[in-house]
């Protein structure tokens, strides 16, 4: 959960600060947790019988067989009372043979458990009481280690450590979760149980830039809905507009845009399906918050559709981007999966009317024909040749699979050589600051002149954290090539054309070494596409 009410705007972190993705201190997990958590529905009124309920229902439906696996107790199990030595102690009448219990109970139903705390002393439950009294020292600070290793010892397997009190209390995100995920890694050493560690600090300080090296997932933004609320497409939209940080996500690192919000009260089957197709684009965790026990079969349906399980799961762990928006608000995401020539498409109408969207293959990075699937319908379209027509009703969004031939704008990745000069793209004294210039140098195989070219056309550096950005939104002669941020922006998107030249797709310039000099330190800048060689490149 997140407060309601609180306004949380992410700080900016310099880039020479940022930590590049890694091995996290938390377990590694393969695919994008999948499971169900207790807050959308229950809010702070949990108990062993809820939980043991739920975890019953998830099996029963069938979810558990296609992936749901995850039984995630969030705030409410834990008043903030401890015994004399500090452990946390629980209301057995609330959880009788306390929590170990109810981990063993979900592990004998053959799931995994989840448990929740606070970075802070106390917890949203004392800020945000819901359902239950305001509890003074339910969150975990001054007692990590000895927390965690509480957690691992009862059996959870994951832990969310949300940011209530961690807000009030002015703390520092970056360093806080670090010491809460190096605490983890102590727990698991000392008990050889490991968690997933779900960091929850709703988008504050970018944690995109720097929670990939410590946690298995980020929260992105606030929650979709505060207790007591109905969800909405626009919360919906604006959740999975703020996890738009695709050079954060790889295998075992994702992006979260919060619970899903499938199947709860006031949300049509229409709007539970274009909201799995948003999260299953991004390849975000599927953590299903709706009632599993009470839920129609029309939204243990939608949770269960396994071509979007699939999509979501897919092997390579990337986020879909967006690659065109013709008219605005009339979008398309590509997401690249698992295999040769494989893209999952969402074709998004954010408008008030229904609206035409084209699919062009070109953009997905495919070669001229492809064939077409519609995920929802479950009916193949066939075969089309450069793109594909879909209507898309207002406020909603068809998710297709697109299978074709890896055309010369599909991903690549290495060194960007000048025809002319035979130095290659070098991004200045491998600074990682935004805004450092991008020119030519002698081709070393350093990280700061090892480029990837995205199916969503983006040229990134440093494993994907920098991309290759027309500086200012410059779409004139002289504009300088700068790295930053990845945003998704059209001024960070270039297209990888077969005569040797790489264009801007907002300015329709070629890249171009400054005054056809060819010595080392020349600058990269946008000029006016001609039939010089200073503005031909290779991958090599």
């Not at 949203?124 to 239950?132: I, L, M, Q, S």
Request: hydrophobic share 35%.
């Amino acid at each position: 959960m997140a407060a309601a009410g609180l306004s949380i705007g992410p700080a900016p972190v310099s880039g020479a600060d940022v930590r590049p993705a890694g091995a996290a201190t938390s377990q590694a997990v393969a695919a994008p947790p999948m499971g169900w958590a207790s807050w959308n529905s229950f809010a702070a009124q949990i108990n062993y019988d809820v939980i043991r309920t739920q975890a019953d229902a998830i099996v029963s439906s069938g979810l558990q067989g296609i992936g749901y696996q995850y039984v995630n107790i969030d705030e409410g199990w834990w008043q903030g009372t401890r015994d004399s030595a500090g452990n946390i102690t629980v209301d057995t009448r609330e959880w009788p043979g306390g929590m170990q219990a109810v981990a063993d109970y979900i592990h004998s139903k053959g799931l995994k458990a989840g448990i929740y705390t606070d970075a802070g002393r106390d917890g949203c439950g004392y800020y945000y009481p819901t359902g239950r009294p305001a509890a003074p020292g339910s969150g975990s600070e001054g007692h990590y280690d000895q927390d965690f290793r509480q957690f691992a010892t009862w059996g959870f397997d994951f832990v969310k450590v949300d940011w209530c009190g961690g807000n009030a209390e002015h703390l520092d995100p970056r360093s806080t979760y670090q010491a809460i995920s190096d605490a983890i890694g102590r727990a698991t050493a000392q008990t050889g149980h490991p968690m997933v560690l779900s960091v929850c600090d709703w988008g504050a300080q970018n944690p995109w830039d720097w929670a990939p090296g410590m946690s298995t997932m980020w929260r992105t933004s606030g929650d979709i809905i505060y207790w007591g609320q109905r969800p909405s497409m626009d919360r919906v939209l604006a959740n999975f507009d703020s996890a738009q940080h695709p050079a954060a996500q790889n295998v075992g690192h994702y992006n979260d845009p919060d619970m899903l919000v499938v199947g709860m009260p006031g949300f049509t089957a229409a709007q539970n399906q274009s909201h799995l197709s948003l999260w299953a684009i991004s390849g975000a965790p599927l953590l299903a918050g709706n009632n599993i026990a009470t839920m129609t079969t029309e939204t243990r349906d939608i949770l269960a559709n396994k071509e979007v399980v699939a999509i979501d799961q897919d092997a390579l762990g990337r986020q879909g981007v967006k690659v065109a928006e013709d008219q605005a608000g009339s979008q398309v995401y590509s997401k690249v999966l698992a295999g040769t020539g494989r893209r999952a498409v969402v074709a998004l109408n954010r408008t008030g009317s229904a609206s035409d969207i084209v699919v062009r293959f070109a953009d997905l990075g495919l070669a001229a024909a492809a064939s077409v699937r519609n995920v929802w319908t479950a009916t193949d379209v066939g075969s089309r040749t450069t793109s594909y027509t879909v209507n898309v009703p207002a406020h909603e969004a068809v998710l297709l699979t697109v299978t074709g031939t890896e055309g010369p704008g599909g991903p690549k990745a290495g060194a960007i050589v000048g025809l002319q000069s035979h130095r290659c793209l070098d991004i200045n004294n491998s600074a990682t600051t935004n805004g450092t210039q991008a020119q030519l140098w002698d081709c070393n195989g350093r990280d700061n002149q090892r480029l990837t070219y995205s199916a969503g056309r983006q040229l990134t550096v440093y494993n994907g954290t920098k991309c290759l950005d027309a500086y200012n939104q410059g779409t004139v002669n002289g504009a300088q090539v700068v790295i930053w941020d990845c945003n998704g922006q059209a001024n960070q998107q270039w297209a990888v054309n077969s005569n040797g030249t790489i264009t801007g797709v907002q300015s329709g310039l070629c890249l171009d070494a400054s005054n056809a000099n060819t010595a080392n330190g020349t600058r990269i800048i946008l000029w006016s596409c001609g039939t010089g060689d200073n503005q031909k490149w290779t991958f090599q």
